[in-house]
């Protein structure tokens, strides 16, 4: 089983920063990407950052110059590091991941977190 885990979400005002984590523990070969989403009320998901197994790393428009991703491959965690929060930044943040189980993993499987709760105030 593979688990993952968010966390750091917060209630921020305006112009402020927090970071994320993205915690995954279990039957862990390797991990491939970390991808955040945000789920807004009434908004459809859409997808925040993006980390592959080689550092590739890719921001939505809407984050571009305030936020930033990273991992730790020590550590399976994935970052991100928010700043200048807006009040449209509020929404739950979710983290999907891309696993190897085994070394004769070759397909690798998706998982997700449950979230965690941003909450920017004007």
């Known amino acids: 089983q593979v688990h993952v885990t968010e966390s750091g979400g917060g209630l921020v005002q305006a112009g402020g920063s927090l970071r994320l984590s993205c915690a995954v523990s279990?039957?862990?070969?390797?991990?491939?990407?970390f991808t955040w989403y945000r789920q807004a009320p009434t908004e459809e998901r859409e997808i925040i950052a993006g980390i592959t197994d080689d550092g590739t790393k890719r921001l939505a428009n809407s984050v571009e110059g305030r936020f930033a991703i990273s991992r730790d491959n020590a550590k399976n965690t994935s970052y991100l590091e928010m700043s200048d929060l807006k009040p449209e930044d509020t929404g739950v943040y979710l983290c999907n991941v891309d696993v190897f189980t085994t070394k004769d993993d070759y397909a690798g499987s998706e998982y997700w977190g449950q979230g965690t709760q941003v909450t920017v105030s004007s």
């Open positions: 279990g039957d862990i070969f390797e991990i491939d990407a």
